[in-house]
């Protein structure tokens, strides 16, 4: 039996993703800076949005799971699609406000190549975080993480890791790390993210 399954274990694993994500008020640094400095090879626009310059991005590690409905995901099976993962939790008052915007631009870019997939986590089960896809009309799957597993070993050091609840990493057509959000977003930043990569070539 690995030291994960036992209560310790679970202990260590909740206290390690307490420690790795940085909430304030569930959403991170309230001024929207974040990142830069250091050998990092990304920029943090004003608007606190990081970015990775096409030649300079890595891909994340395995982002697979079971999603809250019950089925097995696997993000690297959208290679070739630009790829919106939102980190996101019920009881997250942030969360709750940018979820119609995601809602909203998922529908709409869909025919551009545009995916999203959602990591929930922090949620214990699985009813509040499928009540909150209801009510907010989000269509597209979510990994479920309730330990945050996928979160702390999903994406390499000195990458544009998520480090806040809610954060919003968004994958180029070859599945690498391009940009990265640790607050809510509204349609417009949202959509800043997302275009510049559907434009690439």
């Not at 009881?91 to 999203?116: N, Q, S, Y």
């Not at 989000?138 to 479920?144: G, K, M, Q, T």
């Not at 990265?180 to 417009?188: D, F, I, K, T």
Request: aromatic share 4%; glycine share 10%.
């Amino acid at each position: 039996m690995s030291l994960s399954r036992t209560p310790r274990g679970i202990l260590l694993t909740v206290g390690a993703l307490a420690a790795a994500l940085t909430l304030s008020a569930c959403g991170g640094d309230s001024n929207g800076k974040s990142g830069g400095g250091g050998d990092t090879n990304f920029v943090t626009n004003t608007g606190g949005i990081s970015t990775v310059a096409k030649g300079e991005r890595k891909a994340p590690k395995s982002l697979a799971g079971e999603t809250l409905e019950g089925e097995r995901l696997d993000v690297a099976d959208l290679r070739g699609k630009v790829v919106v993962l939102n980190v996101w939790g019920s009881w997250c008052p942030p969360c709750r406000a940018e979820a119609p915007h995601f809602a909203k631009v998922a529908e709409a870019m869909k025919a551009d190549g545009v995916e999203f997939v959602g990591i929930n986590t922090r949620d214990a089960n699985k009813q509040p975080a499928l009540a909150f896809e209801k009510d907010y009309s989000v269509d597209y799957p979510s990994l479920y993480d309730p330990a945050g597993k996928l979160i702390l070993n999903g994406f390499p050091k000195g990458t544009l890791n998520p480090q806040a609840i809610p954060s919003t990493i968004v994958l180029d057509r070859e599945g690498n790390i391009a940009a990265r959000s640790l607050m809510a977003l509204n349609e417009q930043k949202l959509r800043s993210m997302i275009d510049p990569l559907v434009a690439e070539k």
